[in-house]
C-alpha cells in the first residue's frame, strides 16, 4: 500500500502543487502585461485560491461531479475503499455520514490540541508580569490563531457530531447528499492548513476579530487566513443545507417535528444561522483581502501619505460586516452543545425532558434573536449613538428564550432517579459553566456597564464560559456518551470522572479568574500588564489562570488516553449501556455499514422514560 | 406535594442566603478601580444592580440543582424510573414573563444612565487627542502646543475630540469608567468630568499592533488654576524644545 492511497496525503499534496500553480499562474500573468515576475501578495493569494482547489481535486471530494459532467455513472459505494485496509476510509473521501461524522470530530480534536497549545503557550507568558520568552510579534500572532484555530475546532466538532448523528435519530440511512456532505468535510482540510501555514508566512497580527486598518495593511498571512476561513465558511454552508434538507425530508412516518430528538431541533437552529449568516464573514474578509491585493479601498479612511488608498471607505463597516456573521455564530458554537445537555438530561434523570416544545422554539428563538444583535460588540465603535439603544433591548432578549432552557433543565432533573456516570457529569458541568457565562452577560449587555468592561478580560471571561459550557463541556459529554456506539466498547469510567474532576474546578478558576483581572482594569490582547493592579494582587490571579490552563489541558490529554486505551481494551459495551430511548441506541454497536436492517417506525414520544411503549421499533422483514 | 411543600420552602430559604452570600463575595472579590468621574457613580450602581441580580440568579439555578442532585440521587437497588412529568405550561410562561419584565427594567435603567452620562452640560472645555501606532499627542483647540501628557482640570466637564493618525486605538482610563474607540478618518467623542486630583493611565483599548500593549499614556487631573497655568506655560516649552 502507497502513501499516496491516504487520501489525505494527496489532499497535502495537491494542496501544495495547486499552490505552486497558483503561483506560477501569477507570475505569467504578470510577465505578460509588463511587470515584475514576482508579488508577495497577489502571488499566495491566487496560490492560496489554487490550493484549496487542488486539495479537493487530488482527494478525490470532487471527482463523482467530475465525471457526471462527463456523461459517467458513479454508483454509490458502500464499505471500505476495495483492495485497502478498513481503517484507510477515515483518511479519504467517503459518503457514509458515520465515517464523516469520525472524520469531523477527529479533526477538531486535533485542531484544539493546537489552539489549546498556543492558549497555553501565551497563557505561559502572562503567568508574571513583565515579558518573558514571547516576541510581541509572536504573541499577538497566538492570540489570533488560537481564536481562529478554536472557531475551526469548534465548527468541526458540532460538525462532527451533527452528521454522525442527525441521520441516525432520524431513522435515515444516510444524510440527504452524501457526496456533499463528503465535500463539506474536505474543505476544512486545506481550510485549516492554509490557516496554520500563515504563521509561517509572517502571520498574522490583528487578533481574530482582523478590525482594518490594522488586517489591511498587516504582514502576508493575512491572505492565507482569509481564504482559510472562506473554505472553512463554504464547508458550514454546504453542510448546514445538507442537514437543514436531511431534518426536513428524511425524517420517517409518524416523526412530526415536535417528536424528533431535541438536539436536532438544536442542529436545526444551529443549521438556519450557518446557512443564512456564514456569507457575511466571507465577504468582510474577502472585501478585506481584495483591498489588500487590489486595492480596494471599502474600509480605507484615506489617510494622507499611505498608498493603495482611495479614501472612500469606513472602518466601522468592516465592523457591522464582521458581527453580522460573528455574533449569532455564537449561537452556532452554543446550540448544538445546549441541545447535547437536553438530549442527556432525561437519560440520566430516567424521566421525560420538562418543557419539550419549549426547548425546541428557544433554540429557534435564540437563532432568530440573535440575528438583531450584533451591534453590541460595537458600543464603543463610535456608530450612531442611537444603534447603542436600539442593539442593548436587542442583546437583552437573549436572555430570555436562554432562562427556558435553565429552567426547564431544572424541571428536568426535579424528580428523577439520577446517576451520575461521566457524560452527565459532564452535563452538570456544562451547565454550572454556562451558567457563569450567561450570567455574565447581560452587565455586557448594557451600555453603562459596558464601558468600563468592554475589551478586557472580564469579555475574556465571559465568552470562554459560554463557549466551555455552550460546547466543550457537553461536547465531551457527548464523546464519552456516544463512544460506547462508535467503538462498541466502555470508556475507563475512573478516568472519565477523573477528567471532569480537574476540569471543572479549574474552569472555574480560569473563567473567574479573567473576569476577575479584568474588573480590575487589565485589557484584552496585551503581552503584559501592570501589576499594580488590583492593588497588587493581579500577578497571583495570572498565576491561578495559568495553572488551571494547564490542568485542562492535563484533562484532555487524559480523556484521549482513555479513548485510545479503552477502543482496544474497554469492556464489550452492549448496544445500549445507557438505556437510552433514543432509534441509535436500539440497532447493534459499533452500528454496521447499513445503520438500520429494516424501516424504522414511530411509536412514541422520544423521552417517555417510565412509559413501556418504545419510541421507535423496526418494521421486521418482509413487514411493510 | 404535601413533599415539595416542604422542598421549595428549603429551597426558597437557601437561595435567600445563597443570594447575600454570593453578592458578599462578587462584591470582596471584583476590584474595581477607584471612581475618579461624574460619570462612575451611576454607571457602578447599575453594575452592583446586575451584580445582584447575577448572585440571585446565581443562587436560585445552583440550589435548585444541587439539592435535586442530592434528594434525586438513585438510591442502591433502586430500578425504577422517574415521575413521569412532561412539563407544566404555567411555569415556562411565568419563567419566560419574568425574566423578561426584569430585562426591561434593567434596559430602561440603563437607558436612563445612558442619556445622564452622554448628555452636554453648557460649561465643557474640549481636549484634543489623537493615537497614533504606539502613542498620544495631546493638544486644545485653538493652540499649537502639542503634549505628551494628559492634564485635565478637576470637576469641569470635559469633552474628549479623538482622532487617529493610522489605525483604530481606543480612549480609555480606567477610572472614569467610559471609553470610546477612535477610528481613522472620523472623529469620535467622549465626555466625562474628572472628580478626583491625582495621576492616572490613559490606556489604549483596541488592538493596534505589535506594541498595542505599550501605547499608555500618563493623566494628571490638577486643578483648574494649575491647568490654565499648565496650558500658558509647560507646553510651550515642551512643544518648542
Redesign the interface.
Known amino acids: 500500500m502507497s502513501l499516496f492511497s491516504l487520501g489525505l496525503v494527496r489532499a497535502i499534496v495537491g494542496q501544495i502543487l495547486g499552490m505552486l500553480t497558483g503561483m506560477a499562474t501569477t507570475m505569467l500573468i504578470r510577465v505578460m502585461l509588463g511587470l515584475p515576475a514576482w508579488a508577495a501578495e497577489p502571488s499566495w493569494t491566487v496560490g492560496a485560491i489554487f490550493s484549496i482547489i487542488g486539495a479537493l481535486w487530488a482527494v478525490g471530494a470532487l471527482s463523482d461531479w467530475a465525471k457526471w459532467m462527463k456523461g459517467e455513472e458513479t454508483p454509490m459505494h458502500h464499505g471500505p475503499p476495495e483492495g485497502k485496509p478498513a481503517w484507510t476510509r477515515y483518511f479519504g473521501v467517503d459518503y457514509n455520514h458515520k465515517v464523516i461524522g469520525v472524520q469531523y470530530t477527529v479533526w477538531g480534536i486535533f485542531l484544539l490540541l493546537v489552539g489549546g497549545t498556543m492558549a497555553l503557550i501565551f497563557r505561559t507568558e502572562l503567568a508574571e508580569s513583565g515579558r518573558q520568552f514571547l516576541s510581541l510579534e509572536l504573541y499577538n500572532n497566538f492570540i489570533g490563531m488560537h481564536g481562529f484555530i478554536m472557531i475551526f475546532a469548534i465548527l468541526l466538532g458540532i460538525g462532527g457530531m451533527a452528521n454522525y448523528l442527525v441521520p441516525l435519530m432520524l431513522g435515515a440511512e444516510d444524510m440527504a447528499f452524501p457526496r456533499l456532505n463528503a465535500l463539506g468535510f474536505w474543505f476544512n482540510v486545506p481550510g485549516s492548513l492554509l490557516l496554520l501555514s500563515s504563521l509561517f508566512i509572517g502571520g498574522w497580527d490583528a487578533g481574530w476579530t482582523a478590525y482594518p486598518p490594522l488586517s489591511a495593511r498587516g504582514p502576508i498571512g493575512y491572505q492565507l487566513f482569509f481564504l482559510g476561513v472562506f473554505a472553512v465558511g463554504l464547508s458550514s454552508i454546504v453542510g448546514s443545507l445538507n442537514l437543514l434538507v436531511t431534518i426536513l425530508q428524511m425524517r420517517p412516518k409518524g416523526m412530526s417535528l415536535f417528536k424528533m430528538p431535541i438536539f436536532c431541533w438544536a442542529v436545526f437552529a444551529t443549521s438556519l444561522i450557518q446557512l443564512t449568516a456564514t456569507q457575511l464573514i466571507g465577504l468582510s474578509f474577502l472585501m478585506v483581502s481584495t483591498q489588500r491585493a487590489l486595492g480596494m479601498g471599502f474600509f480605507d479612511p484615506g489617510l494622507p501619505g499611505a498608498t493603495l488608498m482611495t479614501g472612500l471607505g469606513d472602518p466601522i463597516l468592516f465592523q457591522h460586516l464582521f458581527w453580522f456573521y460573528s455574533h449569532p455564530a455564537v449561537y452556532i458554537f452554543i446550540l448544538p452543545g445546549l441541545g447535547i445537555i437536553s438530549e442527556l438530561l432525561p437519560v440520566f434523570s430516567r424521566k421525560p425532558l420538562f418543557g419539550y416544545k419549549w426547548i425546541a422554539l428557544s433554540s429557534l428563538a435564540i437563532a432568530i434573536v440573535g440575528f438583531l444583535v450584533w451591534g453590541h460588540h460595537m458600543f464603543v465603535s463610535g456608530y450612531a449613538p442611537v444603534l447603542r439603544y436600539a442593539f442593548m433591548y436587542s442583546s437583552l432578549l437573549v436572555a430570555v428564550p436562554t432562562g427556558v432552557k435553565f429552567f426547564s433543565w431544572l424541571g428536568t432533573l426535579w424528580g428523577g432517579k439520577l446517576t451520575f456516570e461521566t457524560p452527565m457529569l459532564f452535563v452538570l458541568g456544562a451547565i454550572s459553566v454556562f451558567l457563569i457565562g450567561g450570567l455574565s452577560g447581560p452587565i455586557l449587555g448594557t451600555v453603562p456597564s459596558d464601558l468600563p468592561l468592554h475589551d478586557t478580560y472580564f469579555v475574556v471571561g465571559h465568552f470562554h464560559a459560554t463557549m466551555f459550557g455552550g460546547f466543550v463541556f457537553p461536547f465531551f459529554a457527548a464523546l464519552y456518551f456516544w463512544f460506547p456506539k462508535v467503538t462498541g466498547r466502555m470508556y475507563n469510567e475512573t478516568l472519565g470522572k477523573i477528567h471532569f474532576a480537574i476540569m471543572t474546578p479549574a474552569f472555574w478558576v480560569q473563567t473567574l479568574g479573567q473576569m476577575g483581572v479584568g474588573v480590575m482594569g487589565m485589557r484584552r490582547r496585551i503581552a503584559d500588564y501592570d501589576p499594580t493592579l488590583g492593588g497588587g494582587s493581579i500577578e497571583a490571579w495570572q498565576l491561578s489562570i495559568t495553572i488551571a490552563g494547564f490542568l485542562i489541558g492535563f484533562g484532555v490529554l487524559l480523556m484521549l488516553w482513555n479513548f485510545f486505551q479503552s477502543a482496544e481494551v474497554g469492556v464489550l459495551a452492549g448496544d445500549n449501556p445507557w438505556r437510552s430511548r433514543s432509534p441509535e441506541w436500539q440497532i447493534p454497536s459499533p452500528i454496521p455499514e447499513h445503520s438500520f436492517a429494516s424501516p424504522m417506525v414511530v411509536h412514541g414520544e422520544p423521552y417517555d422514560y417510565g412509559l413501556p411503549e418504545p419510541y421507535v421499533a423496526f418494521a421486521a422483514a418482509g413487514d411493510d | 406535594m404535601q413533599n415539595n411543600t416542604r422542598h421549595f420552602a428549603a429551597i426558597g430559604v437557601l437561595v435567600v442566603i445563597f443570594t447575600f452570600v454570593v453578592f458578599w463575595i462578587l462584591d470582596a472579590?471584583?476590584?474595581?478601580?477607584l471612581a475618579a468621574s461624574t460619570q462612575a457613580g451611576?454607571?457602578d450602581s447599575?453594575?452592583q444592580g446586575?451584580?445582584w441580580?447575577?448572585a440571585f440568579?446565581?443562587s436560585l439555578?445552583?440550589v435548585?440543582?444541587i439539592y435535586?442532585?442530592f434528594l434525586?440521587?438513585?438510591r442502591e437497588g433502586?430500578t425504577?424510573?422517574?415521575?413521569?412529568?412532561?412539563?407544566?405550561t404555567t411555569?415556562?410562561i411565568l419563567?419566560?414573563a419574568l425574566?423578561?419584565v426584569v430585562?426591561?427594567a434593567?434596559?430602561y435603567?440603563?437607558?436612563v444612565?445612558?442619556v445622564d452620562?452622554?448628555q452636554r452640560p453648557d460649561n465643557e472645555i474640549i481636549v484634543n487627542a489623537e493615537g497614533y501606532q504606539w502613542g498620544w499627542n495631546f493638544s486644545l483647540p485653538n493652540s499649537d502646543a502639542v503634549t505628551q501628557e494628559l492634564v485635565l482640570p478637576v470637576d469641569t466637564p470635559i469633552r474628549m475630540d479623538l482622532t487617529s493618525?493610522?489605525?483604530?486605538h481606543?480612549f480609555?482610563v480606567?477610572e472614569f469608567?467610559?471609553?470610546?474607540?477612535?477610528?481613522?478618518?472620523?472623529t469620535?467623542y467622549l465626555r466625562f468630568t474628572p472628580t478626583i486630583e491625582g495621576e492616572y493611565?490613559l490606556?489604549?483599548?483596541?488592538?493596534?499592533?505589535?506594541?498595542?500593549?505599550g501605547m499608555i499614556a500618563p493623566v494628571r487631573v490638577v486643578s483648574q488654576d494649575e491647568f490654565a497655568a499648565f496650558w500658558n506655560q509647560d507646553v510651550q516649552t515642551a512643544s518648542s524644545k
Open positions: 472579590v471584583l476590584k474595581f478601580p451611576p454607571i447599575l453594575i446586575h451584580l441580580i447575577i440568579l446565581f439555578v445552583v435548585i440543582a435535586s442532585l434525586f440521587r438513585r433502586d425504577e424510573e422517574g415521575q413521569y412529568i412532561h412539563g407544566n411555569l415556562e419563567w419566560t425574566p423578561m430585562v426591561i434593567f434596559g435603567w440603563s437607558t444612565v445612558l452620562i452622554t493618525k493610522d489605525v483604530l481606543n480609555w480606567p469608567r467610559v471609553k470610546q474607540d477612535i477610528v481613522p478618518g472620523r469620535t493611565r490606556i489604549c483599548s483596541e488592538l493596534c499592533g505589535l506594541n498595542h500593549t
